[in-house]
């Protein structure tokens, strides 16, 4: 006898919810790290120094041009043999790690991108009052910068979210993982239109509150 | 404002200024007095507003030097004794570039606040006279998009006047304006240069250029071709270049 859908919804949606929870926690912890790092690497693009520029550039490019999976492989096979103080942490660290830092080189982009959304002029007004370079970056072009951003950051934590269904493929208990438990038992297709279903209102319902955000960004900047 | 003394507030020598091929300034020697008002005019890339923005190293020029108030500013390290410079040059800029982020008043007490270690207190009161000066005192608190252009552009020159600067560069203050917020604009510059300010502006108003200045500077082709007291500049011209400039814009 098949079940149906539903059926396998009634059946299991505790491993549905459990896997989505764990979906969301990989998500928050990626963009929340990949943010600070992702910080830090965006000084290192607008430094004005062209070594730090190119470290960054280079950072930047290989993990935004390599596919992620890859990186999950290199990270959980190659990570732990690399820098031996990782020998100490499990697997499922390594992937995490790999996590944060794809997230980091996006969010490094998406500051890059908000900085330079800033019109020149800012700049140049700040600094021809005698405003130091620092002073003229966190008090008038970063607050600015920011309205570009925050959006963006949010956008980037539902690419994320679809993104880390990719760790599954290393026993982590995300969304995607709860396929593998449910083949186990037979089940093949339901879990993946379950599975599907689930990526979909969560992204659409979080796609609606970046939309909201926006809205009220847009307000404050005409206010 | 034409008995000025003549203290050499700024003297530039020499000043050559390229981007990539272009060469823009083709070595410029020039003096502005202490109190002097200068008006520089010219067809459109012709180097004026690159003259102005190397008097404060916005641009930074490959050759000569810029001596202001007895100190060659381009030999000077960037960092803070160029920002302490920068502090004494007020500069107004064609597209405002006021911080849309910040209230009026803020816009206006930010800097000397940020690096003159001024207490609020003070920098607001000096931010009011100044606001009620240029009448936009009611908009205090408004932020700058409910604005004019043209209570932008008063902003823009009184939050550089917050800083007590010794001159006060204006890189075409009314380009960008309607024709209606113009005099408003020029009327504020004009205050400040009766007041005494050394005043150096790049402007295409002519009969404002005329009115108001001691002296008028023609540049083209990244050099002063033909310089002098406006009445001489504007009723006699002797370069042909200058002849068929005034020509085309009177």
């Known amino acids: ?223 | 404002m034409k008995e000025h003394d003549k203290e050499v507030l700024i003297k530039v020598e020499d000043l050559h200024k390229s981007f990539g091929e272009l060469e823009v300034l083709k070595g410029i020697d020039e003096e502005i007095a202490r109190g002097e008002v200068v008006s520089i005019i010219g067809p459109s890339g012709g180097g004026k507003s690159t003259f102005l923005r190397c008097l404060n190293l916005l641009e930074v020029p490959e050759q000569g030097s810029v001596i202001f108030e007895g100190e060659d500013i381009t030999r000077l390290s960037k960092g803070k004794d160029l920002d302490l410079i920068r502090q004494r040059i007020g500069m107004v800029f064609q597209q405002f570039n006021v911080f849309p982020h910040l209230t009026v008043l803020d816009n206006i007490t930010l800097t000397p606040m940020l690096e003159k270690k001024l207490s609020r207190k003070e920098a607001e009161e000096k931010a009011y006279a100044l606001l009620e000066q240029v009448g936009l005192i009611d908009k205090a608190d408004e932020y700058p998009s409910r604005l004019s252009g043209g209570q932008k552009q008063r902003l823009a020159i009184v939050r550089a006047m917050a800083m007590d600067p010794d001159v006060m560069l204006f890189d075409e203050p009314t380009s960008a304006l309607d024709p209606e917020m113009v005099k408003g604009v020029l009327n504020v510059i004009r205050d400040l240069a009766l007041s005494g300010m050394t005043c150096v502006i790049v402007t295409h108003e002519m009969g404002f250029a005329k009115s108001i200045s001691d002296r008028v500077l023609f540049i083209d082709d990244g050099v002063v071709i033909e310089e002098g007291a406006p009445e001489e500049v504007f009723e006699n011209p002797k370069s042909e270049r200058l002849q068929a400039f005034l020509n085309e814009v009177l």
């Open chain 1, 1 to 223: 006898m098949t079940l149906s859908i539903f059926d396998v919804f009634i059946k299991y949606y505790p491993l549905f919810l459990k896997g989505l929870v764990g979906t969301l926690k990989y998500a928050a912890i990626a963009v929340f790290f990949g943010s600070i790092l992702g910080s830090l690497i965006s000084l290192l693009n607008i430094a004005k120094n062209t070594v730090l520029n190119t470290i960054g550039n280079v950072y930047v490019t290989v993990l935004r041009g390599t596919p992620l999976l890859v990186q999950m492989y290199i990270a959980y096979y190659f990570l732990p043999m690399a820098i031996p103080a990782l020998n100490a942490l499990n697997k499922e660290t390594c992937v995490i790690i790999s996590l944060i830092l794809n997230s980091s080189a996006y969010v490094a982009e998406i500051i890059r991108g908000g900085i330079s959304s800033v019109d020149i002029g800012q700049m140049e007004a700040a600094r021809s009052l005698g405003m130091s370079y620092r002073h003229a970056m966190v008090k008038v072009i970063l607050p600015q910068a920011i309205r570009a951003i925050l959006p963006s950051l949010a956008n980037e934590y539902i690419a994320m979210i679809k993104e880390t269904s990719l760790a599954g493929t290393f026993m982590l208990y995300e969304l995607m993982y709860t396929r593998t438990l449910l083949a186990n038992k037979y089940l093949i297709w339901q879990p993946l239109f379950i599975i599907a279903f689930i990526y979909l209102v969560v992204t659409v319902f979080l796609s609606m509150l970046v939309k909201l955000l926006e809205k009220r960004l847009a307000v404050s900047e005409r206010a």
